[in-house]
């Protein structure tokens, strides 16, 4: 795991990488640091972010604290606000990571989940399952849902899975760089999403979900 961050950081890497095929759906809300201490799960390789206090399993630029989402080292209510990004189909027991998340978060302090529909097998280090719009919800009932719906599009599950397929079908060792003339090919066609993002029926090929959620208060 740390020598795959570390490649991800490497010049080489840096200058033939292609963008992302995805474009983030400009309807999502973010979440602010407010409110006490607030959380970045799932840190280790985003640089960190300000006013957040970076947890992961791993080390890596960002990273606070080391810790299993399923057994938070923090108190009942006392971070203000959970930004929950990739992260939770990775984590084995993911009800019991919810759990956790709604037991430190304070009332009223804000949690956003963004997790995958229709992308690609990913490691980190396992990878476990996928989610509706419909299944978000149900898995984050315990919170009050204030919006939930599409963060990356159909064209960015189309893009994923060809990108992907270019990798598997190539010859033994040109997979990545199959991946990334690819990829330097395709990617302008991610815009397509930010047309999309205003159809009705974006959400049955949505690349990824979120949600933007409160922890409700004793007295709600």
């Known amino acids: 795991m740390l020598r795959r961050y570390a490649r991800r950081g490497s010049p080489l890497h840096r200058l033939l990488k292609p963008p992302l095929p995805l474009v983030h759906n400009p309807a999502e809300p973010s979440l602010l640091p407010e409110g006490g201490p607030a959380l970045l799960v799932g840190a280790a390789g985003s640089g960190g972010r300000d006013g957040f206090?970076?947890?992961?399993?791993?080390?890596?630029?960002?990273v606070?604290?080391?810790?299993?989402l399923e057994s938070l080292p923090f108190a009942r209510d006392s971070i203000g606000a959970i930004e929950c990004d990739a992260v939770l189909e990775h984590v084995r027991d993911v009800t019991r990571a919810v759990v956790e998340l709604h037991r430190v978060l304070r009332p009223g302090g804000r949690l956003h989940v963004v997790v995958p529909f229709?992308?690609?097998?990913?490691?980190?280090?396992?990878?476990?399952?996928?989610w509706t719009?419909?299944?978000?919800?149900?898995?984050?009932?315990?919170?009050?849902?204030e919006s939930c719906g599409v963060r990356t599009g159909p064209t960015a599950t189309v893009l994923a899975f060809v990108l992907e397929f270019v990798k598997v079908v190539s010859p033994r060792g040109l997979g990545r760089a199959a991946y990334a003339a690819v990829g330097w090919l395709v990617w302008p066609l991610r815009y397509l999403d930010l047309w999309l993002y205003r159809r009705p029926g974006a959400h049955t090929l949505a690349n990824s979900i979120y949600a933007?959620?409160?922890?409700?208060?004793v007295s709600s």
């Open 118 to 130: 229709n992308h690609p097998f990913h490691e980190y280090p396992a990878d476990y399952r996928r």
């Open 212 to 217: 933007f959620a409160r922890k409700r208060n």
């Open 53 to 62: 206090l970076g947890l992961d399993l791993f080390p890596g630029s960002g």
């Open 64 to 68: 606070h604290v080391r810790a299993n």
């Open 133 to 145: 719009v419909d299944g978000l919800r149900e898995l984050l009932k315990d919170f009050e849902i």
